[in-house]
């Protein structure tokens, strides 16, 4: 009888005991796979908005921060000859065309006349050299009327190439995204012998991490492998889940540095399990599991 009250205490213990979720099991390090460094990258990388032509920007629309949407206008060049080689481009085109017209008049009469002198002819009324000659004027029209319609399609193909260079002098965003940097100025030129890069874009694609796997831990790793990613600017922080989605098919030499001496990678591709607010080319530590 005296055993009772402590039963009932231990059957409670055991009770609370089992009620309770178990702990979390930490990762161990001779549980990881492998440990690399990596960067923080976006799908595709960084996007340079180039310009081909040397001409000074009239206006800049966009600044750094802004978001854009694929075919926004960021920023318009000097478009001053392009519009005047586009308006001698469509002259060209019209006197093109009017001289063909007047071609084919010329043909409908010539070949009336060619008719004509060739019955004329041949029921003795006319001598056979004029006919002849009629024929040969005829000829004569049809290879300038051949020449002229050529010439069409070279001013169709300059106007083409005009109306291309005036839009070109308006830079639109080529996809989706945030703009990083604008090194376009109102007033300055930018291409030629100038940086050619005008703006660079973030386009909105998932964030992911470039890291480098030392060659003889790259066969341990596999698609769809889970990692941890520890940002090296803030280590106490919590790590963020990831996954590989793609392993290189190249070994390459690193560059090496301080912290990591130069040696043979691979390169391994993770996204991370959910959006995350890091920052393109933020240095991180990356540590693969099963």
Not at 108 to 131: F, I, L
Not at 208 to 222: D, T
Not at 242 to 264: I, M, N, T, Y
Request: negative net charge; aromatic residues 4%; charged residues 25%.
């Amino acid at each position: 009888m005296r055993q009772w009250p402590a039963l009932s205490s231990l059957c409670l213990l055991m009770l609370a005991a089992c009620s309770e979720p178990p702990a979390p099991t930490a990762v161990k390090a001779d549980d990881y796979l492998a440990i690399a460094r990596g960067k923080i990258t976006v799908e595709g990388g960084l996007i340079d908005i180039s310009i081909l032509t040397d001409e000074k920007f009239d206006d800049i629309k966009k600044q750094p921060g802004d978001k854009v949407t694929k075919g926004e206008i960021l920023g318009s060049l000097d478009s001053r000859r392009a519009a005047l080689d586009l308006a001698q481009a469509k002259a060209e085109a019209r006197q093109a065309e009017a001289q063909v017209a007047a071609l084919k008049r010329r043909m409908v009469s010539a070949q009336q006349s060619a008719d004509r002198t060739r019955e004329a002819a041949n029921a003795g009324a006319v001598e056979q050299q004029q006919a002849d000659e009629a024929e040969q004027a005829l000829s004569q029209l049809r290879a300038e009327l051949a020449a002229a319609t050529a010439g069409l399609d070279l001013v169709a193909i300059h106007r083409q190439q005009a109306e291309l260079e005036l839009a070109q002098r308006t830079v639109r965003a080529p996809a989706d995204g945030e703009l990083i940097k604008v090194y376009a100025q109102q007033g300055a030129r930018v291409g030629g012998n100038n940086n050619s890069v005008a703006f660079v874009l973030l386009p909105a694609k998932p964030m992911q991490v470039r890291a480098e796997v030392n060659e003889g831990f790259i066969g341990r790793l596999h698609t769809g492998a889970k990692a941890s990613i520890s940002l090296e600017s803030a280590p106490e922080a919590k790590p963020l889940a990831a996954h590989v989605v793609r392993l290189g098919k190249l070994v390459e030499s690193s560059a090496g540095s301080d912290a990591q001496p130069a040696g043979r990678i691979v390169e391994a591709i993770l996204e991370f399990d959910q959006p995350q607010n890091v920052l393109v080319g933020q240095n991180v530590m990356v540590r693969f599991y099963e």
